[in-house]
């Protein structure tokens, strides 16, 4: 079965460095999300993406965030100068159709990002 | 500001035991998803309830969702060591598949 893969599985990162976390979505899915989930706390919706620009963003997603597909296959989450509180687990998902209930959403794995 | 209450918050039962989880709320919903998460993974679908009082079974587990699209609960029968993990409820919030979750519930089923 296809699945929506992540890397790096896990990224250190010190204090203000930036970082780009990337996705390979479900090759012929349409909409694509970043969700984050902080230890021990929700899984949270950031960004949703289609037609190649940003659809939703939450408040957690600032002007410290964004998001590219730069080649029609990869999805990437990009921090540019990252914080100690973004430390957390940042899941990719893709959809093949957002309106339909039967279209299920995949999760891809996560990469785990610590922010020393 | 809409918000799921997933209950109870950690669960510890014997093989072979029943179990109910719960996900409420004091929004309605259009559709509530149910998802298992184990660790180091991300979140796997399990069910996706859309009309009010439907229920749907997937081998051993029964997921029902209230009249009133409010709330929905996900029972297990005879419970067996591979269910232990995470079980998240979602519901969309506003268009576009954005979900938001419940903070889950943690079940671990004991041999």
């Known amino acids: 079965e296809p699945e929506v893969t992540q890397t790096p599985s896990h990224q250190v990162t010190q204090m203000g460095q930036e970082v780009i976390l990337r996705c390979v979505p479900i090759?012929?899915?349409?909409?694509f999300y970043w969700y984050r989930q902080i230890l021990g706390q929700k899984v949270e919706f950031l960004v949703s993406?289609?037609?190649?620009?940003?659809?939703?963003k939450s408040e957690i997603f600032d002007d410290q965030f964004s998001v590219e597909r730069p080649d029609g296959s990869n999805f990437t989450l990009k921090i540019r100068s990252t914080k100690l509180e973004d430390s957390a687990m940042y899941f990719c998902?893709?959809?093949?159709?957002?309106?339909?209930?039967?279209?299920?959403?995949?999760f891809g794995n996560g990469t785990r990002l610590t922010v020393t | 500001t809409q918000l799921l209450k997933q209950s109870p918050q950690f669960l510890s039962i014997q093989e072979g035991e029943n179990l109910t989880v719960y996900c409420n709320s004091s929004?309605?919903?259009?559709?509530l998803q149910w998802y298992r998460q184990e660790p180091g993974e991300g979140p796997v679908l399990l069910v996706t309830?859309?009309?009010?009082?439907e229920v749907k079974k997937l081998k051993r587990l029964t997921f029902q969702f209230g009249d009133a699209r409010k709330d929905s609960s996900l029972h297990i029968t005879a419970a067996q060591p591979g269910d232990t993990g995470l079980y998240l409820c979602?519901?969309?919030?506003?268009?576009?598949?954005?979900?938001?979750f419940g903070a889950g519930t943690r079940l671990a089923v004991h041999p």
């Open positions: 309830v859309v009309t009010g009082g």
């Open positions: 090759s012929n899915h349409l909409y």
């Open positions: 929004s309605v919903f259009s559709s």
């Open positions: 979602a519901g969309p919030s506003g268009g576009y598949n954005k979900l938001i």
């Open positions: 993406f289609y037609n190649n620009e940003i659809s939703e």
């Open positions: 998902a893709s959809i093949l159709d957002s309106s339909s209930y039967n279209s299920p959403l995949h």
